[in-house]
């Protein structure tokens, strides 16, 4: 069965700074989809970013960008120039066929 | 465009009691899902629906039923509420790509079971 693994349960970051949240997956297909979701103090969650697990090419969304190492399966999030707003949950996530599977989750912390 | 939206956003209710919680989307999408986040154990997938009529079981749908009568709403039952179902549920929806495509989800309904 695919399992999602996130380390950090909680994390900080000074404002301005950049930070990386680590993600670590497992499954025997090849073709599947990586995400990363925000999820704030509203609770609603927001979807960060995107990785299609054919593309070599790493997404990038504005300051965020993910470090993908298929042969690893690893799947990081790195946060550039870190704003008040980004403070959140953030859940790492592996989608095939009808399903998605989350992470438990890393909370980060942006200090002022 | 209201999105995904969720009805109610908080209920408390006593073991044994029965309800509904009611996810709605104006978005035309295919494939709606309901999830349970409780600390600690991130989102767990209950039951998810991949076009009107149609519903599957995802990880966790003991002590839960659904039905999705229309496209644009998906409803999660609880027949005799558990304490051990207190939690925080949302709905998501995504278009027929499934969960290849990004989900919108609700804002969440807290319940309480006592």
């Known amino acids: 069965a695919q399992t999602v693994t996130q380390s950090q349960p909680e994390m900080s970051v000074q404002e301005a700074e950049t930070v990386t949240l680590s993600c670590t997956y497992d499954?025997?297909?090849?073709?599947?989809?990586l995400f990363w979701y925000k999820q704030p103090p509203s609770r609603q969650m927001i979807l960060v970013i995107r990785?299609?697990?054919?593309?070599?090419q790493n997404a990038t969304e504005n300051r965020f960008s993910v470090n993908f190492q298929k042969a690893a399966k690893s799947f990081s999030l790195k946060i550039s120039d870190s704003q008040l707003g980004d403070a959140a949950m953030y859940f790492c996530?592996?989608?095939?066929?009808?399903?998605?599977?989350f992470g438990k989750g890393t909370r980060l912390h942006i200090l002022p | 465009n209201a999105g995904v939206t969720q009805t109610p956003k908080f209920r408390v209710l006593k073991t044994g009691q029965s309800m509904t919680l009611l996810c709605a989307q104006d978005?035309?999408?295919?494939?709606m899902y309901w999830y349970r986040q409780d600390p600690g154990m991130g989102l767990r997938l209950i039951h998810y629906?991949?076009?009107?009529?149609?519903?599957a079981k995802g990880e966790v749908p003991d002590g839960y039923n659904v039905s999705r009568l229309k496209k644009q709403n998906f409803l999660l039952g609880l027949e005799s509420a558990a304490p051990s179902q207190t939690s925080v549920y949302f709905c998501?929806?995504?278009?027929?790509?499934?969960?290849?495509?990004?989900?919108?989800f609700g804002p969440g309904t807290r319940l309480l079971v006592l």
């Open positions: 998501a929806s995504s278009t027929s790509g499934g969960p290849l495509e990004t989900q919108y």
């Open positions: 499954t025997s297909e090849s073709d599947y989809y």
């Open positions: 990785q299609e697990a054919y593309k070599q």
């Open positions: 996530a592996y989608s095939r066929g009808d399903k998605i599977i």
């Open positions: 978005m035309n999408h295919e494939y």
């Open positions: 629906s991949v076009g009107e009529g149609t519903t």
